[in-house]
């Protein structure tokens, strides 16, 4: 915590030199960067729930994140972004910042369990990326799953229960390989994700599965899941399995 504490007396002077107006850096990307990994580490537990209560109070550090998000991006700064896990790790962490960013200016809500609770915020709400409007529906599906990573499944977090966890450190080039495969892993061996019933002989797997099967199988059938999901469960399902889908939990995923 003492090392968090002095991050956060330094990134303090640093972000009051993060230019508000005109263009913005490389800089103050690197800046911005350092006080959402500050977000994660004061706000997000262990297992992925998020105080929003808190960081409701004190929310300039992710304010700071969301502005230069809005001013710049792998699209409107090209050379600042060199390697394609560096922009994928950009859209990565704007993705989940713009979507607590949304809970926050939402006053909190309790939940997203109708359709027009979920157009609203997913569709509806404008976020600005790169100088560029969009929605996070938009930018999930149009910028995101264009890389055609399947695992960005479990790295994206629009901040309920049923999203796979979100991590207490942000997403980096360098080590993006290892994290988005620990949490694909993570996330196909908990019990909330993922419940094989070998006296019946089906499974029950998380919606995300269903809401994005051609992402994850060529063929777009449900049964071939099995296949990948194989790939990172450590209990093996064998192929002959019924494939079920919990009902998604769109409880936001505030801490006690």
Not at 149 to 173: G, I, S, T, Y
Not at 181 to 206: A, M
Request: proline residues 4%.
């Amino acid at each position: 915590m003492s090392d968090v504490l002095q991050r956060l007396s330094c990134l303090f002077f640093l972000s009051l030199m993060v230019s508000s107006v005109g263009a913005v850096t490389k800089a103050d990307y690197e800046v911005a960067s350092e006080n959402w990994s500050l977000v994660l580490a004061l706000y997000v537990d262990k297992e992925g729930k998020i105080d929003f209560k808190s960081l409701a109070k004190e929310p300039e550090y992710l304010k700071t994140y969301i502005d230069v998000i809005a001013r710049m991006s792998p699209t409107s700064h090209q050379a600042v972004f060199t390697s394609q896990a560096e922009v994928l790790s950009y859209h990565l962490n704007a993705y989940n910042a713009l979507a607590m960013w949304g809970v926050i200016e939402r006053d909190i809500p309790s939940d997203f369990d109708s359709f027009f609770k979920r157009l609203w915020f997913f569709k509806l709400q404008t976020v600005i990326v790169g100088n560029k409007p969009t929605s996070l529906y938009d930018y999930e599906n149009d910028v995101i799953r264009v890389f055609n990573e399947p695992r960005v499944h479990f790295a994206l977090n629009c901040m309920v229960k049923d999203c796979p966890r979100l991590p207490q450190e942000r997403f980096k080039a360098n080590t993006l390989e290892e994290q988005l495969s620990d949490l694909t892993e993570d996330f196909f061996n908990k019990k909330k994700h993922l419940n094989i019933d070998h006296q019946h002989g089906f499974i029950y797997v998380s919606e995300i599965l269903d809401f994005y099967t051609e992402d994850f199988v060529d063929s777009g059938k449900k049964q071939d899941l099995l296949v990948y999901i194989n790939q990172y469960s450590v209990e093996k399902i064998p192929l002959n399995y019924e494939v079920k889908f919990f009902n998604y939990d769109w409880t936001i995923n505030q801490q006690p």
